[in-house]
C-alpha cells in the first residue's frame, strides 16, 4: 500500500512540473531545458528555510514560488533576444549554471552533501508525514495547479501564448507584446515548478544538487511531450505513464544496477519513437514544428 | 484541427492503456518489496506481497520472530561498491554462523547504489514498509547522514559498519558505528605530517562529498594546531577522471606535503596525472586507497604514499578465526569492512535477544555494550554510538599495502 | 603559468576537434545532433573492446573511428533522414538526438559497466618538460593531431571537390539540388566525417584520461559552446573559441574552486548568446521583427 502511494505522490509532483512546463513549451512553443533549474530552487528554498529558520510550511512555498519566478524571468528574458535554437541552449546553459551554483555554494546550500532532516509540512496546525497525508497534500496541489493552467489557456491571455507559438511575427504585428508575454509565461512556469519542488524535499526529507539536473529537465521535457504537448491532460497523462513504466520494471527482476540504465533507455527511445510517428504525443495539439525555419 | 473531436476517445483510450499497465504490473510482482530494486534472492511470495499492498500489520505476538527480520542498505553498486560488498560477504558468513547456532536471522538488502537519495529510500521502506527495528547501513557517508534524521524519527536503529566521517558522531542517540570516526585518523594523518616528517606546508585535495570535506575539516584543524599551515585546499567532483586543472593550481605553491582524501580510483587519477605533471611530493591519504585498484590506475605513480588505516591485522588473535573463514569461502583476504559488518549483525542478535525487537530497547542494550569480543576487536560503544580503536600507518612500497612502520 | 597554458591548449586541441565534427554536421544538417557526444564516447569504448579482442592496438584505432564513422551515418540514415523527409524541423531532430544519445550512452554502461576503462599501454611517466611545463606524449599527440585535422579539414573543405560539394548543400541545399549535386551522399559524408573526428576526440581522451560512459557529453557541451561562440560558419573562428574555452577554464578557476568550471564555460556562452550571438567570426542574421 504504501508503495503504491509513494508511486501516486510521485505522479502527482511530475504533474505540477509537466503542466507548468506545458504552458511554457506546449502553449507558447519555447522549448526549454532549465526545468529541473526551477524545481531545485523550489525545493532549496523550501528545505532551508524549513531547516534554518523553522518557518511554516506555505511561507516556505510562497518564497519559493517568488525566487524561483524571479529566476523564471530570468530565464525568459533572453528569449527575446535569442533565436529559438538557440535559446534551447541558453535553457541549458541556465540549467548547469544553477546547478553549479546549488552544487558549489556549499556554505549556503551544503553543496553535494546534501540538506538532510527536512522537516515534514504543517499546515494550519496539521502534521502532514504519512504517506496518505501526503498524497492528500500533493493531489490537492496538483489539482490547484491543474485549474490555474486550464483558466490561463482558455483566457485571452492563453490565446495569445498559442499565437506566439503559432507565428510570433504575426503576434507583433498584430499589436502584442510578445515579450512581456514571454517572461510571463516563465514566470508563472517557474513558479508552480518551485511548488513541486518543495513538495518534494518536505517528502523525501533529503535533497542534494543531483536530483536537478539537466537529466531531470530532459526527463520533465519527455513527459510534456510524450504525454502531447499544448494538452494540459497530455501531461497529466505523460506524467501517470513515465513514472510507472520504470517502477514496472522492478517486477521484472531486474537487478538495480541494470535497471537505472535500462529506464533510461526507455526514455530515450520513447523519445526517439514518439519523434517518428507521433511527434504530439498521445493527445498533443503541437509538434514543434514551424512554418518557416531556415 | 480534427484532433479535437476524437480527444475525448482518445483520452479514454490512453487511460485504459495506464489501467491495462497497472494490471500487467502488479500482476507479475513476484518480487515481494518492489521499492527500490532488489538484489537480495530472498524467497519470492506473491501473497505476503499483496498482503504488503494492503497493508498487512507486523506480527504481534509476544517473543521474538523467527526468523530474525533485519534490514540492510549496502553500497552494491556505485563508487562506494568494494565496501557494499565486502559487508555483504561479512553479513553472509554472520547470518551462516548464527543459523548454526540455532539462531535464524532474514536481512533484508537493499542497494543504496553510492546515492543518498538512493539510500534514503531504501532506508525509508525497510523502517515504514518492512518495519524492521535496526538497519545496517553500509554506505557512504553522505548516505548515512541523510538516512541518520529517518532513523532518529522512527526509532530505527542505523548501524553503520564502515562509515568514517567525524559528522556521524553527533548524527543521532539511535546512530551507531563499530568504524572509528575519521578523526583519530586525521589525527594520526596529521602528527605524522608535522611531528615525524616535519612537514610544517601542506595542500588538501579532497573529494567533494561528506568524506572528503569531514575529513578535510578536522585535518586541517588539527594540523593547524599543531603549527602547520595549510596553504591551499582544493576539491574535485566524486567520480572525476580530470584532475589536470587542480594539480596545476597547486604545482604553482610552495609545500612539502598533500593531504588527498578521495575514493580509490579517483586517487589513483591524482597520483598518476600529478606524477605527469612532475609533481614531487609526499603524499598522505586515508584507507580508502588500499584497492589493488589504484595500483591499476597508478602505477609506480602510488610509490611511497603513506595512509591511516583503523587497525587490522589478519593475524590477531581473534580476527585469524575470522579470516581463514572468510579466505575458505570467498577466495580473498578478508578485511576491516567485512570483519566490521560480522561483529554488526552479532552485535544486534545479541542486544535483540537481551532487550526485545524494537529500536528502543536495541538502543539502551547497545550503549551497554562493553568490551564485546568481535573479530574486528574489543568493542565499546561510547555515549554517542561510537567506539575507539588503534590506528596504524601504512604505505604503498613495491606496488604492495604495508605497514608503515616496518617498511620506512 | 607555463602549465597553465600548456593544459588549456590540450583542452582546447580537444574541444576543437569534437566542435568542428558537430559544427560540419550543423552548417549541412541544420540542426544540433547531440548524440555527436556519445560518438566520442563510442570511440573510446569501441577501441577498448577491439584491443581487449586481442586486436592490434594501431588497428583497433583505426577501425574504431571507422566505426563512429558507420554509426554517425546510420543514426542519419535511420533517425533524421526519414525525419527530415516526414518535415521535421530542428526541435524534433534535437529531441531526436537526445533520446538518441540516452539510447546509446545507456547501452555502452549496460555492456561495459559504469566504472572506467583504459587503453592505456606502459608505465606511469612524468611528463617532457617543455618551456617550464610538463606535457605528456599523449598530450602532446593529441594537440598535434587536432592541429592536423582541423587544418586538413578546412583545406578539404575548401579545396576538394567533395568538400565544395558539401559547402554548396550547406549553403543552399535546393539550389545544390538543382546543380546535381547527391545531398543524400554528402549528407551520408558529412555525418561519416564528423563522426569520425568524434571517435578520434574519444581516442584522444581515452589515452589520456581514461574512459567512462559519460565521457562525451561534457566534451560536446564544450564543443557547442565552442561552435557558438566562435561562430557557426567558421572553422578558425570556431578553433579561436575552443581556445577562449581552454584559457577560461584554466584561468578562471586559479583563484576559486575548479568546481565553478562549467559554470564559467556556460556563463560565457550566454554572454556571446546575448550580445555576439554569430560568434567571432560569423556574420549576423537578424530574426524577423516589426
Redesign the interface.
Known amino acids: ?4 502511494l ?1 508511486i501516486l505522490i510521485l505522479i502527482g509532483i511530475y504533474v505540477i512540473l509537466s503542466l507548468s512546463l506545458n504552458l511554457i513549451a506546449g502553449y507558447t512553443g519555447i ?1 526549454s531545458i532549465a526545468h529541473a533549474a526551477f524545481y531545485g530552487v523550489g525545493a532549496y528554498v523550501a528545505a532551508l528555510m524549513a531547516l534554518k529558520l523553522g518557518t511554516p510550511f506555505l511561507a516556505n512555498v510562497i518564497c519559493a514560488i517568488i525566487l524561483s519566478g524571479l529566476l523564471g524571468a530570468l530565464v525568459g528574458i ?1 528569449s527575446l ?6 535559446f ?3 535553457t ?3 540549467q ?2 544553477t546547478f ?2 546549488l ?2 555554494w ?1 556554505s549556503f546550500t551544503s ?4 540538506l ?2 527536512i522537516p515534514q509540512p504543517r499546515i494550519f496546525g496539521l502534521q502532514v508525514s504519512s504517506h496518505w497525508q501526503f498524497l492528500v497534500l500533493v493531489g490537492i496541489c496538483a489539482i490547484l495547479v491543474f485549474l490555474a493552467a486550464r483558466r490561463i489557456v482558455e483566457s485571452p491571455f492563453g490565446r495569445v501564448l498559442k499565437a506566439i507559438r503559432e507565428d510570433e ?1 504575426f503576434a ?2 498584430a499589436g502584442k507584446n510578445v515579450a512581456a508575454y514571454k517572461v510571463l509565461v516563465f514566470v508563472i512556469g517557474a513558479a508552480m515548478a518551485s511548488v513541486a519542488g518543495a513538495l518534494y524535499a518536505t517528502y ?3 535533497i ?1 544538487p ?2 536537478f539536473t539537466v537529466m531531470e529537465s ?1 526527463f520533465i ?1 519527455s513527459i510534456v ?1 510524450i504525454g502531447g504537448a499544448g ?1 494540459l ?1 497530455g501531461s497529466v ?1 505523460g506524467a ?2 513515465l513514472v ?2 520504470p ?2 520494471l ?13 529506464r ?2 526507455i ?6 519513437a514518439f ?2 510517428w507521433r ?2 504525443g ?2 498533443g ?1 503541437y ?4 512554418g518557416d ?2 | 484541427m480534427e484532433n479535437r473531436n476524437l480527444k475525448g476517445n482518445r483520452i479514454s483510450r490512453s487511460l485504459g492503456s495506464i489501467l491495462i499497465l497497472f494490471a500487467i504490473g502488479f500482476s507479475m510482482a513476484g518480487c515481494e518489496q518492489p521499492f527500490p530494486a532488489r538484489d537480495e534472492q530472498t524467497p519470492a511470495v506473491k501473497r505476503s506481497f499483496l498482503k504488503k499492498l494492503l497493508g498487512a500489520k507486523k506480527p504481534s505476538k509476544p517473543g521474538l520472530p523467527d526468523p530474525l527480520v533485519l534490514g540492510a542498505v549496502l553500497e552494491l553498486t556505485g563508487p562506494g561498491a568494494p565496501y557494499g560488498q565486502w559487508s555483504k560477504k561479512g553479513l553472509d558468513l554472520a547470518v551462516d554462523d548464527l543459523k548454526a547456532k540455532g539462531v535464524n536471522v532474514r536481512l533484508i538488502i537493499e542497494d543504496g547504489q553510492s546515492d543518498p537519495k538512493m539510500a534514503v529510500a531504501a532506508y525509508t521502506k525497510l523502517a515504514t514498509v518492512d518495519k524492521v527495528p535496526v538497519v545496517i547501513t553500509t554506505t557512504i557517508s553522505g548516505s548515512v547522514m541523510a538516512c541518520a534524521p529517518i532513523a532518529e524519527r522512527n526509532q530505527v536503529i542505523l548501524f553503520a559498519p564502515g562509515s568514517s566521517s567525524p559528522e556521524i558522531t553527533k548524527a543521532g542517540d539511535y546512530v551507531f558505528r563499530n568504524r572509528i570516526s575519521g578523526i583519530y585518523e586525521t589525527e594520526k594523518a596529521a602528527e605524522l605530517a608535522y611531528k615525524q616528517l616535519g612537514i610544517t606546508r601542506m595542500v588538501m585535495l579532497l573529494v567533494n562529498n561528506d568524506f572528503g570535506l569531514s575529513y578535510g575539516d578536522a585535518f586541517q584543524k588539527i594540523y593547524e594546531q599543531a603549527g602547520g599551515a595549510i596553504v591551499a585546499k582544493d576539491t574535485f567532483a566524486s567520480g572525476a577522471t580530470d584532475f589536470r586543472v587542480q594539480l596545476t593550481k597547486l604545482k604553482a605553491l610552495e609545500y612539502k606535503g598533500i593531504f588527498l582524501v578521495g575514493q580509490v580510483a579517483e586517487c589513483g587519477y591524482v597520483l598518476k596525472q600529478a606524477k605527469e605533471l612532475g609533481i614531487k611530493t609526499q603524499w598522505i591519504s586515508t584507507i580508502g586507497v588500499e584497492n589493488s585498484k589504484l595500483i591499476e590506475i597508478a602505477g609506480d605513480a602510488a610509490e611511497g604514499l603513506i595512509y591511516t588505516a583503523p587497525r587490522y591485522e589478519l593475524d590477531d588473535m581473534g580476527t585469524s578465526g575470522f579470516e581463514q573463514k572468510y579466505f575458505e569461502r570467498f577466495q580473498e583476504h578478508s578485511n576491516l569492512y567485512a570483519a566490521n559488518s560480522y561483529d554488526a549483525l552479532n552485535l544486534l542478535v545479541n542486544a535483540i535477544r537481551s532487550a526485545g525487537y524494537t529500536g528502543a530497547g536495541i538502543k539502551d542494550a547497545l550503549y551497554k555494550t562493553k568490551d564485546y569480543p568481535g573479530v574486528s576487536g574489543l568493542t565499546t560503544f561510547d555515549a554517542n554510538g561510537d567506539v575507539v580503536k588503534p590506528v596504524v600507518l601504512k604505505m604503498v612500497k613495491g606496488g604492495k599495502f604495508v605497514s608503515y612502520e616496518a617498511a620506512k | 603559468m607555463s602549465q597553465l597554458i600548456a593544459n588549456a591548449l590540450i583542452t582546447a586541441a580537444i574541444i576543437a576537434l569534437v566542435a568542428v565534427g558537430f559544427q560540419l554536421i550543423f552548417q549541412t544538417a541544420r540542426f544540433f545532433h547531440f548524440a555527436h557526444g556519445v560518438i566520442i564516447t563510442c570511440g573510446a569504448y569501441c577501441a577498448y573492446w577491439l584491443t581487449r579482442e586481442g586486436t592490434p592496438f594501431t588497428a583497433a584505432l583505426i577501425l574504431s573511428v571507422l566505426f563512429c564513422a558507420a554509426l554517425g551515418s546510420a543514426i542519419w540514415v535511420f533517425t533524421y533522414r526519414p525525419l527530415q523527409a516526414r518535415g521535421a524541423g530542428p526541435t524534433i531532430l534535437l529531441l531526436a538526438s537526445l533520446g538518441s544519445y540516452i539510447v546509446i550512452q545507456n547501452v555502452i554502461s549496460l555492456w561495459f559497466g559504469n566504472d572506467t576503462k583504459t587503453i592505456r599501454q606502459g608505465v606511469v611517466h612524468e611528463g617532457l618538460e617543455i618551456l617550464g611545463a610538463r606535457i605528456t606524449p599523449v598530450q602532446a599527440l593529441t594537440m598535434l593531431t587536432s592541429a592536423v585535422l582541423i587544418v586538413g579539414l578546412h583545406f578539404f573543405l575548401q579545396k576538394t571537390r567533395i568538400g565544395n560539394a558539401m559547402r554548396a548543400v550547406a549553403n543552399d541545399p535546393e539550389l545544390a539540388m538543382i546543380s546535381g549535386i547527391d545531398s543524400n551522399r554528402v549528407f551520408i559524408g558529412t555525418f561519416a566525417i564528423g563522426s569520425a573526428l568524434a571517435g578520434v576526440a574519444g581516442i584522444l581522451m581515452a589515452l589520456d584520461i581514461d574512459m567512462n560512459p559519460q565521457m562525451g557529453m561534457n566534451a560536446l557541451l564544450m564543443g557547442v559552446v565552442a561552435v557558438i561562440i566562435g561562430g557557426v560558419n567558421s572553422i578558425p573562428g570556431v578553433a579561436l573559441g575552443a581556445l577562449l574555452l581552454g584559457m577560461a577554464q584554466n584561468f578562471g578557476v586559479w583563484k576559486i574552486s575548479s568546481q565553478w568550471q562549467d559554470a564559467i564555460a556556460f556563463i560565457i556562452l550566454l554572454a556571446f548568446l546575448l550580445f555576439r550571438p554569430q560568434g567571432f567570426m560569423g556574420k549576423k542574421v537578424k530574426k524577423a521583427t516589426i
Open positions: 500500500m504504501d508503495y503504491l509513494h522549448l533572453p533576444r535569442i533565436r529559438d535554437d538557440y534551447v541552449i541558453a541549458f546553459a541556465f548547469v549554471i553549479s551554483v552544487n558549489n556549499v553543496g553535494p552533501m546534501g538532510p532532516g511575427v507583433l504585428a523525501i526529507t533529503f542534494d543531483t536530483s530532459i521535457i511531450i494538452n491532460w497523462l501517470a505513464v510507472i513504466l517502477e514496472a522492478r517486477f521484472v527482476g531486474l537487478p538495480s544496477s541494470v535497471a537505472a540504465n535500462v533510461q533507455i526514455y530515450g527511445a520513447l523519445l526517439v519523434m517518428m511527434p504530439q498521445f493527445i495539439e509538434t514543434f514544428r514551424k525555419q531556415g
